[in-house]
């Protein structure tokens, strides 16, 4: 017998501005699925996000544009195409030095929620 698929939306599928200074899309991120969650983030032309960090496992996947990825000090830069991990606990944060927006997937395990973020900012 097949079990029929659940379905879930989001409790914010629409994109909000986070004071992280960047806009969030939650695409999919529900207590009904703790495991993981996956939203897509848009960094305009100039701006870094706010210097932070996760309790929990986050990967990027950069969908258009590219930036400067600093993780625990460490810079890279990051164009269409390329993922990365990045560990709980690691310092962050991505610039966007594009004329465009800057367009990432973020997965992370399990779910985000605002008790798993710390702003390392004054």
Known sequence: MTKKP????????????MGERIYVREVMNSADETAL?????RVPPGVTTQLHSLSILEWYIIESGGGLLEIDGVSTLMSIGDCVRIEPGQSQRITNTGEGDLIFKTICQPRFTPGTYTSLED
Do not use: Q
């Open 6 to 17: 659940h379905i879930f939306r989001s409790p914010n599928p629409d994109e909000y501005w």
């Open 37 to 41: 969650s996956v939203a897509v983030c």
